[in-house]
């Protein structure tokens, strides 16, 4: 390893050029805010639901869940279980509902149901959530392309990230989902590559291969003992609805694409497609780190590099086992995995800052006022994010990292929707309660057991004070907690739930 042929170097040129000239092309077509953040709503469904697929699978799953594996084993496809069943009820009652009930922003319809404040807390939670996420993104990146490349993980983070930031500025939502096909296809084709030189090439045979892996723990799920302050498979199958409903029915970024479609019938089709997918996609890979860790396993271990860092497993495999041309092709598929979520989170984060803030503070600005400052919130989003991510250089387990994180931004906002349409006795007074009390906990919580990767230790220590359950249950226990105080603190409100609006479209 060290820096890229000539031949690798230009393939990741030729896929960078096609990605830039689909940006620029489709910025022509680009005229009006509702172009620039909803495409005019006239998306295919298969081109949704790969949109999808991108967004959800990042640079973590080419990069991290292999990683992940080695270190341990497949603990992280029990947080994803849930997924169908939860889609089920997604597209079978939320999608058309919010197609006929809010504009740009999924937010939009907290205010409906409980004022302005509700729809801007759930604004800058997911502009959080969104900020942690792509940092994680750019990390896994650049450990990439900097074990391939010689650069600098730093260096990597910092250019990546501006020309990341440059293609969203330029081509909007439109461009996002289009290049989104081309790098999900690539994403696929890149794991099934590295599978196929892990099963063939230790000499051995693929059934040895994966008989090793299995025979060692590597596709266990980890302990069905259920403990609050561990990790088991049983605190998975609760993260893993937490995070379905939450990514599915209320994140900004998914719920675009449900209103990017050109019909209710195709935006439930590209949801359903992206469910089916996603899951097959994480065990590819998940696969393929268990299928590596055998490969070297079975010839003497794994290089001393990987074993001071797992998250350096995809990148030395593919710098020593993979051929000239091949690492072009795997270098170009990690940078598509990556920038297929970060175009179109950075994307989604402006859309929610332009709806749900700066049209209320200036309703009469046009539509040019309001393109220039969607713009400028995707470069504020991209440099928040490059400087997240370099805090993260040198986590051993990025994963593990990611998924306190979503668990701590999730904190009230999949409560708050879930009163919001099934429980309509719940008025403005009982979520702002909730709100308060979820808030607070969320805060005590998180300073006080979540580890802050430059300081190496929680932001503060309470003694006996300190919550002491397993930091991926935060987002749960706050969900349940936003629920109770919320309903404890009801009252009578004529606000029909999404269920019964549901079930009145089909009586009539």
Not at 12 to 31: E, F, H, K, M, N
Not at 123 to 151: C, Q
Request: charged share 10%; net charge neutral.
């Amino acid at each position: 390893m060290g820096e890229l042929s000539e031949l690798d170097t230009g393939i990741v040129v030729i896929y960078l050029l096609a990605v830039g000239s689909i940006g620029i092309y489709v910025a022509r077509l680009t005229r009006t805010s509702t172009d620039y953040f909803l495409a005019g709503r006239s998306i295919p469904g298969w081109v949704v639901g790969f949109s999808l697929i991108g967004t959800i699978a990042g640079s973590g799953t080419i990069i991290g869940h292999p990683g992940e594996v080695f270190r341990s084993n497949m603990w992280g496809l029990a947080t994803l279980v849930m997924l169908l069943p939860v889609m089920g009820f997604v597209a079978r009652y939320v999608i058309v509902f919010y197609r006929r009930t809010v504009g740009m922003s999924v937010y939009g319809y907290l205010e409906q149901r409980f004022g302005y404040f509700a729809r801007l807390y759930g604004t800058l939670s997911f502009a959080l959530n969104r900020i942690l996420d792509v940092s994680i993104t750019f990390y896994f990146l650049a450990v990439a392309i900097s074990s391939l490349s010689g650069w600098t993980i730093p260096e990597v983070i910092c250019v990546v990230g501006s020309l990341t930031v440059v293609y969203t500025l330029v081509g909007g939502i439109t461009a996002v989902v289009w290049t989104d096909v081309a790098q999900s296809l690539l994403l696929i084709g890149a794991g099934l590559l590295c599978l196929g030189v892990a099963l063939f090439g230790a000499g051995v045979g693929p059934g040895a291969v994966v008989g090793h892996a299995f025979d060692t723990g590597k596709f266990s799920w980890g302990s069905w003992s259920f403990s609050p302050r561990s990790d088991n498979v049983w605190t998975f199958l609760m993260l893993s609805k937490v995070w379905a409903l939450q990514r599915y029915a209320t994140d900004q970024h998914m719920v675009q694409r449900y209103l990017i479609a050109r019909s209710d019938r195709e935006a439930v089709r590209g949801a359903w497609m992206a469910a089916c997918v996603s899951f097959p996609v994480w065990f590819l890979f998940a696969t393929v780190g268990a299928c590596v860790w055998a490969f070297y396993d079975l010839q003497g271990g794994a290089p001393a590099e990987v074993l001071a860092d797992p998250s350096a497993l995809m990148p030395v495999f593919i710098g020593t086992e993979l051929s000239t041309g091949a690492i072009g092709l795997i270098v170009a598929a990690v940078l598509a995995a990556a920038m297929s979520s970060l175009d179109s989170d950075m994307n989604s984060i402006a859309t929610a800052v332009v709806d749900d803030c700066y049209n209320r503070l200036r309703p009469e600005a046009d539509d040019r006022a309001r393109l220039r400052v969607g713009r400028w919130v995707v470069c504020a989003s991209g440099a928040l994010s490059v400087g997240a991510a370099l805090q993260w250089v040198g986590v051993q387990s990025a994963v593990g990292l990611m998924t306190e994180l979503f668990s701590v931004a999730a904190a009230g906002v999949l409560g708050l929707f879930l009163v919001g349409m099934l429980m309509p006795s719940v008025d403005r007074r009982g979520a702002g309660v909730a709100i308060g009390v979820t808030v607070v906990f969320t805060a005590w919580s998180t300073a006080t057991a979540v580890t802050i990767p430059a300081l190496g230790n929680p932001l503060l220590d309470l003694g006996s004070y300190n919550y002491d359950l397993n930091t991926k249950l935060i987002g749960v226990i706050g969900t349940l907690l936003f629920v109770a105080v919320a309903w404890t603190a009801r009252d009578r409100s004529a606000v029909p739930s999404v269920l019964t609006i549901r079930s009145q479209e089909k009586a009539a």
